[in-house]
């Protein structure tokens, strides 16, 4: 499986919809038995509003040909940035195995309200699991969430390099992985100067924080925060 995770921006300005632009399926290698790619691709809507918009595929190269897609889904959701609700949720399909698979995508519109954080894969399977939705959406759904903070974050970070008056702080992934850890080197690199955003990646290591951190200036840089709820 491969996840691809890209940010962009599409948008009719005469409606204010969004105009998800859908890549071209890359063939699957002819020796495979199966290729499933999940593409999330990312678009800010208005200040207060991001769309993500999300592609499941299967392919299966060994099937006759014209049938090698299996499923091709699509998940558009629209996103409020100041509490991570999602406010609007289509589901779509291009390609399914069974003439009735589609007649279950209105059902996601039942993510309209969920909030993306602490909590969100436990009421996406109350709301959609099981027989209540289809195992593909909701696969891919559960793959949109930490896309959608991922989104958020890097949403407040392009909103403080443009100067914004309004940028909030860029929050921090505590917690989310050995990295982040309490005592983990993220914790560490920032006791010892390092800022988010401040050095292309990959980051060195704490040691070159500290042995430089006399000419280490972070005035001009963007404050950052532990973040609430959800890890990033």
């Given at each position: 499986m491969t996840i691809h995770d890209t940010t962009g921006q599409a948008s009719d300005e005469a409606s204010g919809e969004l105009a998800?632009?859908?890549?071209?399926?890359?063939?699957?290698?002819?020796?495979?038995?199966?290729?499933?790619?999940?593409?999330?691709?990312?678009?800010?809507?208005?200040?207060?509003?991001?769309?993500?918009?999300?592609?499941?595929?299967?392919?299966?190269?060994?099937?006759?040909?014209?049938?090698?897609?299996?499923?091709?889904?699509?998940?558009t959701i629209t996103v409020r940035l100041a509490d991570l609700v999602i406010?609007?949720?289509?589901?779509?399909?291009?390609?399914f195995p069974h003439a009735e698979c589609p007649l279950i995508a209105p059902a996601f519109a039942r993510l309209e309200g969920l909030s993306v954080r602490k909590g969100f894969t436990r009421e996406l399977r109350q709301r959609l699991g099981g027989v209540s939705g289809c195992a593909h959406l909701?696969?891919?759904?559960?793959?949109?969430?930490p896309a959608v903070v991922r989104t958020a974050t890097t949403s407040m970070n392009r909103r403080f390099k443009s100067g914004a008056e309004d940028a909030g702080p860029v929050p921090l992934p505590l917690g989310s992985?050995?990295?982040?850890?309490?005592?983990?080197?993220?914790?560490?690199?920032?006791?010892?100067?390092?800022?988010?955003?401040?050095?292309?990646?990959?980051?060195?290591?704490v040691a070159?924080?500290?042995d430089n951190q006399d000419q280490l200036s972070i005035t001009t840089r963007p404050p950052v925060q532990p973040a609430g709820g959800r890890p990033l």
């Open positions: 998800a632009r859908l890549p071209g399926l890359p063939p699957a290698p002819a020796a495979a038995l199966h290729r499933r790619s999940i593409i999330m691709d990312s678009y800010p809507l208005d200040d207060g509003h991001v769309t993500v918009v999300g592609r499941l595929t299967d392919q299966v190269p060994w099937y006759e040909p014209g049938q090698e897609v299996l499923h091709d889904m699509t998940l406010t609007r949720a289509q589901a779509g399909m291009g390609a909701g696969e891919l759904a559960r793959a949109m969430g992985c050995h990295f982040w850890a309490p005592d983990g080197d993220g914790p560490r690199k920032i006791e010892a100067g390092w800022v988010p955003g401040s050095v292309p990646f990959p980051v060195p290591p070159h924080f500290r």
